[in-house]
């Protein structure tokens, strides 16, 4: 009898060896010390026992089962370790691979640079200001000397909306330059004044390599007792080098808006062919990156300014054609096709 109870302990002790896994322990404990198990079969035979063999075999079977139960703790635990080191081995944090970048927003070429310009005008003593892209006729054209139906209006041609009050139908349109910002400025305030002005414009125009219908402009206001060209000469050419550098040339020249008087136009030398001529500059080796001239008397006048006592000068430059000559960049249009290659190179 006990050799056979013999024979089962050995055998339940390798198969357990066997067990690789704590699913397989678990199979290997339900059939042996399970309720069904070979050891509860075995104390179930006792009542069939010589009553003599009763209490020696009982006993025999008890330490079994707790032979049993032992070796199954111990195999549990090594097991456990075993699994646990594993699975720190497959999910290791491997600390050499490279990190992944966060995705990281940037400013638009044409804001930085729009900041840079401002940057350049404060250091100089201008305040930057802003103003609305939608704007009354009044602001846009007519203080500006620029009445209904003047022939000038030609040179900004927009998209309108009308605007109905009790006062009647007043045209409202998307601005097509920040001068109206001038007349607000100079509502507000009396002289001295200093601004500069960035903000979107709008146009209705054939887009081209030059040419888009939205840009940004940076508007120029300067007014004060005795302010004259050779400070609106000074002040563009000192910003002109402190953005593009000493070596690049400037070419001021005649030019007519009818808000100023006289008026002028300053033009950088061409980057891309480096004044010979080409394609971005119309043959002419020069861009053209704004317009400027004295404030016309009747814009002042029209504010409150007495222009026997008040002079200044304003300026109006295309942002979009500034960035374009610092970048090289060949085509306006890239900055609002919002291709990411090109963008993420600023
Ligand atoms: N507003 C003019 C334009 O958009 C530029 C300008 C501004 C000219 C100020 C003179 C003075 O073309």
Redesign the pocket.
């Known amino acids: 009898m006990t050799a056979v109870l013999e024979e089962m302990r050995r055998g339940a002790l390798l198969e357990l060896e066997k067990a690789e896994t704590l699913a397989a322990v678990e199979c290997w404990r339900l059939s042996y010390l399970g309720k069904k198990g070979a050891v509860a079969q075995a104390l179930a035979r006792i009542p069939g026992l010589p009553p003599a063999d009763r209490r020696s075999f009982g006993a025999a079977v008890n330490d079994i089962k707790r032979a049993l139960e032992a070796a199954l703790e111990e195999r549990r635990k090594t097991l456990q370790e075993v699994e646990v080191a594993r699975s720190v081995e497959s999910g290791r944090i491997d600390v050499t691979l490279p990190g992944r970048r966060p995705l990281m927003g940037g400013l638009h070429p044409v804001t930085k640079m729009v900041r840079e310009i401002c940057a350049a005008f404060a250091s100089m003593g201008f305040q930057v200001v802003e103003g609305p892209e939608v704007e009354w006729d009044y602001y846009n054209f007519e203080a500006l000397n620029i009445p209904k139906d003047h022939p000038a209006r030609d ?2 041609d927009t998209f309108w909306m009308d605007y109905k009050n009790e006062q009647g139908d007043r045209p409202m349109l998307l601005r ?4 109206p910002m ?1 007349i607000r400025v100079m509502e507000k305030t009396r002289p001295p004044v200093r601004v500069v002005v960035p903000g979107r ?1 709008y146009r209705y125009e054939a887009t081209d390599a030059t040419h888009e219908s939205m840009l940004y ?1 940076i ?3 300067a007014v004060d007792e005795g302010i004259t060209l050779a400070d609106l000469k000074g002040t563009l050419y000192e910003f002109a080098k402190k953005l593009f550098g000493k070596e690049r040339r400037v070419r001021f020249r005649c ?1 007519y ?1 009818p ?2 008087e006289p ?1 002028a136009e300053m033009a950088i030398d061409c980057f891309a062919c480096q004044g010979k001529g080409c394609r971005l500059c119309s043959d002419t080796g020069w861009i053209e990156i ?4 004295m404030v016309h008397p009747d814009v002042l006048r029209r504010v409150g300014y007495d222009p026997d006592v008040f002079t200044g000068f ?3 430059l295309g942002a979009e054609r500034v960035t374009m000559l610092r970048y090289d960049i060949e085509d306006i249009r890239h900055f609002y096709a919002n291709d990411l290659r090109f963008l993420r190179q600023f």
């Open positions: 040179m900004w097509t330059h920040t001068s001038q414009c402009q508007e120029g206001l030019d808006f808000f100023v008026g704004l317009g400027a001239g304003a300026f109006g």
